[in-house]
Nanobody
Framework: VQLVESGGGLVQAGGSLRLSCAAS????????MGWYRQAPGKQRELVAA????????NYADSVKGRFTISRDNAKNTMYLQMNSLKPEDTAVYYC???????????????WGQGTLVTVSS
C-alpha cells in the first residue's frame, strides 16, 4: 500500500483547506485510516481517525468542530476538511493507514510523505 497526500499550502487564519490522501496498491487490505500532524519541535500527534467503512470517527480536542475526516473507498481516497484554521494548526500533515500484509500475517501501519500546511496570522 502506498499513500500520497496533497492539498497543503499557505492560508490565512480563519481560512480553509482540504487535504487528500490517495491510496494505491493493495487497497483492499486497508482498515482504519487517519491524519497525523507534526509541528516544528513537537511530537507527531493524531488529528483525526476513521474506521474502514467510515461509520466512526474521532478527533483531537484541538480540532473538534473545525476539521472533518472522511473517506471514499470507491476512490481509495481519504480527506481532511479543515475550516477556521489557526496559526497553531501549522504543521506537516501525514496520512496513515492500517493495512493487512498477508506475507507477515499481521496489520502494519503505512505512512504518506506528508504535506505542509502553513497558517499565517
Amino acid at each position: 500500500v502506498q499513500l500520497v497526500e496533497s492539498g497543503g499550502g499557505l492560508v490565512q487564519a480563519g481560512g480553509s483547506l482540504r487535504l487528500s490522501c490517495a491510496a494505491s496498491g493493495s487497497t483492499f487490505s486497508i482498515n482504519a485510516m487517519g491524519w497525523y500532524r507534526q509541528a516544528p519541535g513537537k511530537q507527531r500527534e493524531l488529528v483525526a481517525a476513521i474506521t474502514s467503512g467510515g461509520g466512526s470517527t474521532n478527533y483531537a480536542d484541538s480540532v473538534k468542530g473545525r476539521f472533518t475526516i472522511s473517506r471514499d473507498n470507491a476512490k481509495n481516497t481519504m480527506y481532511l476538511q479543515m475550516n477556521s484554521l489557526k496559526p497553531e494548526d501549522t504543521a506537516v500533515y501525514y496520512c496513515n493507514a492500517v493495512a493487512y500484509y498477508s506475507d507477515y500475517r499481521r496489520y502494519l501501519e503505512v505512512w504518506g510523505q506528508g504535506t505542509l500546511v502553513t497558517v499565517s496570522s
